[in-house]
């Protein structure tokens, strides 16, 4: 009995050894190619949006120490929890290499970098959040009822406003911001909450539920409303979020096995897009510009921007319905146009800003603090819920939305609250994390 035990520990303290040298080697891997990215095609494709070269050794240097330290805090949140753990990592991926990158290649200020190792510092303290979340135990028949019926509806919806206005160019990315143009002045204020609660949580949650409970017919009836949802509006996110559900539905059953494979896949994607750019797509980095910089550095790149601009001017939420009974907003424009106007010398654009940029637009430092317990607290909730590892591609869309949306839209419009009051309903009997 004994010997079992302790061979069953040993088993158990190796795997997570393991799992934590390949998810850290593969990280400081991506560190590096990320740079050399910036270096040989970002700078060199697209210096006019404002990436220029100019290396700080010191800054370099600084950069990487960030990412030691990030990589030793995230030791710890592995021994905590599988789930958290595998939040970090992408966490560190999407927010904080590419800024180190900006940082040391191109002489950014320290206030962006310093703020987002912060702010993934500070996710720590989301293994610390217990919370006994009530189930209302749910038959699966009727959840499964409730889903499909819900999206069929949401379907219907979109599909008398829109009817026949479908363009398959998109398919091909082609004709993308002609597209959007034309959704954005058919679609009302009411039904554009509706469509970016159901594209980024109402659907995904029936979708992925479907998938784990091998519901074949109520599967491609979601990838339909999806499919649908893309062809009228032009949103790239929402087709490639279909992608990501399916690819972390169908990997490992194990949370940090699925980060794995994906920066494996990553690394390799990295390493294609430019082959396939100059031999295939030559003269345009379609590929490099449409995954690499819309992914990793324009985000980045936004960041610094409202940094830089509302350095000592606090913002104080001034556009929101509520506090502009208390804030007057200076400007003509939203802030999106108005950051667009200053760095681009263009309205036609609007430029997002993501969670740790927009705490510190609002709220100044303070600001910054004040989200990165937020969205602690956030995905420390979520690690209550024990969901199905199946709905990691989820989490995966809402860091990429906490990436270029402001915190208050990834609540309200982006669905995170609707996704606490339907995670309560999903039926959770015996499932238990996937992961450690």
Not at 235 to 247: A, D
Not at 346 to 370: E, K, P, Q
Not at 376 to 386: D, E, M, N, T, Y
Not at 411 to 416: A, D, R
Request: hydrophobic share 55%; glycine share 4%.
């Amino acid at each position: 009995m004994n010997i079992r035990f302790y061979r069953s520990s040993f088993l158990d303290f190796w795997k997570v050894k393991n799992q934590f040298l390949r998810a850290t080697c593969l990280l400081i891997i991506l560190s590096f190619i990320i740079d050399l990215y910036y270096r040989f095609f970002i700078v060199d494709s697209f210096s006019h949006l404002g990436f220029v070269w100019k290396m700080i050794y010191f800054k370099y240097l600084l950069s990487k120490l960030g990412l030691c330290i990030l990589l030793y805090i995230s030791y710890f949140i592995l021994d905590k929890s599988a789930l958290l753990y595998a939040i970090y990592l992408v966490l560190t991926f999407l927010f904080y290499l590419p800024i180190a990158t900006l940082f040391a290649l191109s002489d950014s200020s320290y206030k962006p970098f310093a703020c987002t190792l912060f702010f993934i510092a500070t996710f720590y303290l989301s293994t610390f959040v217990k919370i006994k979340i009530p189930q209302i135990e749910v038959k699966q028949k009727m959840a499964d009822i409730f889903l499909i019926t819900i999206s069929i509806l949401i379907l219907l919806v979109f599909v008398i406003l829109f009817r026949d206005n479908v363009y398959w160019n998109s398919l091909l990315l082609k004709d993308i911001y002609s597209i959007r143009e034309i959704f954005s002045d058919k679609i009302s204020g009411a039904t554009n909450y509706l469509y970016h609660m159901s594209v980024k949580t109402i659907l995904p949650v029936a979708l992925i539920h479907f998938m784990i409970r091998k519901k074949v017919f109520y599967t491609f009836i979601i990838l339909f409303a999806f499919l649908y949802l893309y062809l009228i509006s032009g949103n790239k996110i929402v087709y490639f979020s279909i992608f990501i559900y399916i690819f972390f539905n169908f990997s490992h059953r194990d949370f940090v096995q699925k980060t794995i494979l994906y920066f494996q896949l990553v690394i390799v994607a990295l390493f294609l897009f430019p082959l396939v750019d100059s031999l295939v797509l030559s003269p345009n980095p379609v590929l490099v510009g449409t995954f690499a910089n819309r992914f990793l550095f324009i985000p980045a790149l936004l960041t610094q921007w409202h940094f830089e601009y509302f350095d000592g001017r606090p913002f104080f939420f001034a556009e929101s319905h509520f506090f502009r009974l208390y804030f007057q907003s200076p400007y003509d424009l939203p802030v999106g146009y108005q950051i667009s106007q200053v760095y681009l010398h263009t309205t036609d654009a609007y430029a997002n800003n993501g969670v740790v940029s927009d705490g510190f637009m609002n709220l100044g430092y303070i600001g910054v603090v004040l989200y990165s317990l937020i969205v602690a607290f956030l995905f420390g909730v979520i690690a209550s819920f024990k969901l199905n590892a199946g709905y990691f591609g989820l989490y995966f869309m809402y860091i990429y939305m906490l990436l270029s949306a402001p915190l208050l839209s990834c609540f309200i419009t982006g669905g995170i609250l609707i996704f606490f009051i339907m995670a309560v309903f999903i039926n959770n009997k015996n499932v238990k994390e996937v992961g450690l």
